[in-house]
Every structure is written in C-alpha cells, then in structure tokens.
T-cell receptor, first 116, second 110 residues
Framework: EPEVTQTPSHQVTQMGQEVILRCVPISNHLYFYWYRQILGQKVEFLVSFYNNEISEKSEIFDDQFSVERPDGSNFTLKIRSTKLEDSAMYFC??????????????FGSGTRLTVV | LAKTTQPISMDSYEGQEVNITCSHNNIATNDYITWYQQFPSQGPRFIIQGYKTKVTNEVASLFIPADRKSSTLSLPRVSLSDTAVYYCLVGDTGFQKLVFGTGTRLLVSP
C-alpha cells in the first residue's frame, strides 16, 4: 500500500532556530496538507496546498510557517524561528482526487519536533 | 462543519464487539460521516465512511440511522491491536481540511 513518508522522525532544535520538515506524498496525489498534534491534544489543521499554492490555512499557520513543493515529489514545512510551543508531532497528509471524498487522505507517521 | 460528540473513552476485552457512537445533530445534507483511527505516535488512518444506512468493509461497519444525527462505528471481535483513538468526523466531500475532535480512546484488554 502506498505511503506518505516523513523525515526526520524526530528532530530536536533550539528555540529560535529554523527547521524544515520533509514529506514525500503519494506520487499521484494532488492535495497536500500539514497537521500538528501537541502531546495529549487534538490533531490540528495547519495548511492545505493544491496546484502549487496554499488553498487554506489556519490561525496557527502564521508568518513563521511556510510550505513549499520544491520538486515533483517533496512537500516541506518550514518553521522560521521555533518557539517552545511549536513542540508537537507534525503530520503530512495527501489526497487523491481520483478517489474522491475523504478516502483520498493518507497521513504520514509524523515528525516529532522538540524545541528546547 | 458539524460538531461531533463521542465518548472520551471505552474499555473492552479481546474478542468482543465494540460499538462507538457519535452524535452529530447539526449534520448538513451534503455531509458524509468518516471515522479515523490513530495509534500512539502515528498519523490518523482512514477506517470507513458513509452517508446513510450501513457501510461495511474489511475493518469495520458503520451504522447511520435515517435522521443521520448519529452514527455508530462497530468493530467486530477486537484484538489488543485495536487499542487506539477513534475519531468521528463530519463534513462535505472534497478535499477540505479535516477537523478532529478529542476522539474516543479505546482500550482493549486481554
């Protein structure tokens, strides 16, 4: 079964540093998302990306966040100046329009970001 | 997006059938009901989706009454590996964002 691959699985960074979280979505998917989950809390939507641009973003996704699809396979989330409260699991997801509805959502295993 | 309410936690034993009910009183005509499963330190995984009546796949069944104000996820003969958080989501089709609630934490014991 095709997978969404995320790297690294765990990243520790110092407050104020920039981090880039990487995702390789399923190859024929066209919709891409980032979600995050702070320990013990809900899974929260950050941003959706389609046709090489952001289609929707949440209040969490402020100016310190950016997304990019630099080539045909990778989808990245950059956090410019990390804060302690950015510590969370970050999940990438992708969607397949040919399957329609929410069948198309496949999540990766996540990157655990720890800001110290 | 319709608000959903589901139990915070449930306990079961191996081999039992587990039914998790979700209330969604404000469901809209175009909304589908979708259930996801999440294991610790993993991303959510799609389980099943339905619009009305009953849907069954290799993993679970989904029962939706005629008024669609609630739905029940049924897991037949659970095993220890079914211990996870189960989320009920309600929304229109398409590729809009998913809005997760707190889910139901299912603990399956031997």
């Amino acid at each position: 079964e095709p997978e969404v691959t995320q790297t690294p699985s765990h990243q520790v960074t110092q407050m104020g540093q920039e981090v880039i979280l990487r995702c390789v979505p399923i190859s024929n998917h066209l919709y891409f998302y980032w979600y995050r989950q702070i320990l013990g809390q809900k899974v929260e939507f950050l941003v959706s990306f389609y046709n090489n641009e952001i289609s929707e973003k949440s209040e969490i996704f402020d100016d310190q966040f950016s997304v990019e699809r630099p080539d045909g396979s990778n989808f990245t989330l950059k956090i410019r100046s990390t804060k302690l409260e950015d510590s969370a699991m970050y999940f990438c997801a992708s969607g397949d329009p040919s399957r329609g509805t929410n069948y198309g959502y496949t999540f990766g295993s996540g990157t655990r970001l720890t800001v110290v | 997006l319709a608000k959903t309410t589901q139990p915070i936690s449930m306990d079961s034993y191996e081999g039992q059938e587990v039914n998790i009910t979700c209330s969604h009183n404000n469901i809209a005509t175009n909304d589908y009901i979708t259930w996801y499963q999440q294991f610790p330190s993993q991303g959510p995984r799609f389980i099943i989706q339905g619009y009305k009546t009953k849907v069954t796949n290799e993993v679970a069944s989904l029962f939706i009454p005629a008024d669609r104000k609630s739905s029940t996820l049924s897991l037949p003969r659970v095993s220890l590996s079914d211990t996870a958080v189960y989320y009920c989501l309600v929304g229109d089709t398409g590729f809009q964002k998913l809005v997760f609630g707190t889910g139901t934490r299912l603990l399956v014991s031997p």
